[in-house]
């Protein structure tokens, strides 16, 4: 199934997701960025993580993180939570990001493609995220803009994402589903138990009693495999999720689109290239 298809139909929410998703990822993946974080004192993928991705909050402790990450473990970011604002200050945490994001997409994205443009239209769209009820998206939106390019595109790629991933959790919890649920029914589908469970820091006792709740839901047949129940749920809450992540692409316009999907597709790519084939992101690739 292509990135920008749900049962064979187009979604321009998606297809932009595909091309601003990577450009943000470079943060937890890249090795500058993992670099940049362990010189903040912020040592282990985790604490670079955890304080990275909340300090646009401020130094929250790990309840509404645990609320608003929506798949972790409570136990997980219980460990990272509060005491990565003993290592590093929010304000040092989103110094961090921003340097180790800005190497990373330097050199990923030399010669790829008009960054001063590109950047310009993420920035327009960036700026026309509704910030009612999505709380990181609104967080990220209300840090001051930089000046540098590369700096530009990724904070705007930021604020997309973290707008996009709160409508996604609204339309979770429309679904009924809790953060180990999500999980369970995501490895039904497209993601390995074995990858994903560590990553989100479920215990065994929590997964099994998940897929016991989905089971007696009718989302996974005896063999833990999704039912048709599940695939039509995820259907109806990606197209949801695109729905409550079209406002920026409207307000962008169809030729402001065109030309950012031309525009950034090249530097998506080299992104893209330089993630993980598996992450628990689950991202397509570039459409």
Do not use: C
Not at 78 to 85: F, T
Not at 100 to 121: C, M, Y
Not at 216 to 227: H, I, K, M, Q, V
């Amino acid at each position: 199934m292509a990135a920008g298809t749900v049962h064979g139909m187009d979604s321009l929410p998606r297809t932009m997701w595909t091309l601003f998703e990577p450009i943000h990822d470079v943060t937890y993946f890249a090795p500058e960025a993992r670099a940049a974080f362990e010189a903040a004192n912020l040592r282990g993928f985790w604490r670079g993580y955890f304080a990275g991705r909340a300090a646009p909050l401020g130094a929250v402790d790990a309840a509404p993180v645990t609320a608003l990450f929506w798949g972790f473990a409570p136990g997980m970011v219980a460990r990272a939570l509060p005491d990565v604002w003993s290592r590093a200050t929010p304000a040092e945490a989103l110094a961090a990001r921003a340097a180790g994001a800005r190497k990373s997409l330097e050199s990923l994205l030399a010669d790829a493609g008009p960054v001063d443009e590109a950047a310009a239209l993420l920035r327009e769209a960036a700026s026309a995220v509704p910030t009612a009820g999505r709380a990181l998206g609104a967080a990220n939106a209300a840090l001051p803009w930089p000046t540098d390019p590369i700096d530009v595109l990724w904070q705007a790629a930021t604020i997309l994402r973290e707008h996009r991933g709160d409508g996604h959790v609204a339309a979770l919890l429309v679904a009924g589903l809790d953060g180990a649920e999500t999980g369970v029914w995501r490895s039904s589908i497209d993601q390995r138990r074995a990858y994903l469970q560590p990553a989100r820091g479920w215990s065994d006792e929590e997964w099994s009693a998940a897929a016991a709740r989905l089971r007696d839901r009718g989302w996974l047949d005896g063999s833990g495999a999704a039912t048709k129940e599940a695939l039509d749920a995820r259907d109806e809450i990606e197209s949801i999720t695109d729905r409550l992540a079209a406002a920026p692409w409207q307000h962008l316009g169809e030729r402001g689109v065109a030309r950012l999907r031309e525009v950034l597709r090249p530097l998506s790519v080299r992104a893209r290239a330089a993630l993980p084939t598996e992450t628990p992101i689950g991202l397509p690739p570039v459409e």
